[in-house]
């Protein structure tokens, strides 16, 4: 367990910076939020993305390791309610852009951004679908269920770093078309106070990143086992031995085994 929790707390120190600066940036730099089909409604997408994709989904995935002793049903349903807010913030924050390109006129699903995205963000619905039946409900069996985790597990952390990836691609985007110079606009390449709080913001997404990374891929911070119901555990060599030995013609044979 060396460095867990301050491994923990830097994670989340980092996904606040990203909060903030999203928030800053769409809210500040951005010009806000608004549901009418403008620019302000596209600025919904950017901080919902960042807000259910990154956060909800990478805390998500931390659930099992921070919660390492808890009731392991509990810490399921937790996880998967993060993972329900992350896919409510997608379909909100996918509506708003396409609302947004329809009413303006700008043609949709034409940028390596919108290439990624949408095909990260089904695959994601997919794992989430995937998850729920396979270890919620109706749930497979254990054994089936063990077999089914490693592939989980694989794909979660693979998808998070594919939906920082379409995050850092949404971002350069945005920051070009915001900051395009000419006709006393910023230009990007100049280094405004904008581009500083974008890129930082993708510095911050790509730090999280890491740290859910190591901490949900190293061995040593592994969820710890919980004990095995003795109800459900198969018999010892000895005991198949005295039901072995019983007469089961003599009624008081069981009495005795126990």
């Known amino acids: 367990m060396r460095a867990f929790y301050p491994l923990v707390l830097a994670s989340q120190v980092a996904v606040v910076l990203v909060l903030i600066l999203a928030g800053y940036w769409t809210g500040h730099y951005l010009g806000g939020f ?55 913030c997608g379909i909100i924050a996918l509506k708003a852009v396409f609302r947004f390109h329809n009413k303006a006129g700008i043609p949709n699903m034409y940028t390596l951004h919108s290439w990624v995205g949408l095909p990260v963000f089904v695959l994601f619905c997919l794992q989430y679908i995937g998850g729920f039946v396979s270890f919620f409900f109706p749930k497979l069996n254990e054994t089936r269920r063990a077999a089914v985790l490693p592939y989980h597990k694989f794909f979660g952390v693979t998808l998070l770093g594919l939906v920082c990836v379409t995050a850092l691609t949404g971002i350069n985007n945005k920051l070009f078309f915001a900051m395009p110079g000419g006709e006393g606009k910023d230009k990007y390449s100049s280094l405004p106070s904008q581009a500083y709080v974008g890129n930082f913001l ?57």
């Open 34 to 88: 608004a549901w009418d089909g403008s620019a302000k409604e596209f600025n919904l997408h950017p901080l919902l993305m960042i807000l259910g994709l990154v956060f909800f989904y990478g805390d998500a995935i931390l659930m099992f390791r921070i919660f390492r002793k808890e009731n392991k049903t509990v810490v399921k349903v937790i996880h998967m309610l993060m993972q329900s807010i992350a896919i409510i």
């Open 202 to 258: 993708g510095l911050a997404i790509v730090i999280y990143a890491v740290f859910v990374g190591f901490l949900v891929t190293f061995d040593e911070y592994k969820r710890e086992q919980e004990a095995p119901n003795p109800e459900k555990l198969p018999l010892t060599t000895a005991e198949m031995k005295q039901f072995q030995t019983m007469d089961p013609a003599d009624p008081s044979a069981g009495e005795e085994a126990k």
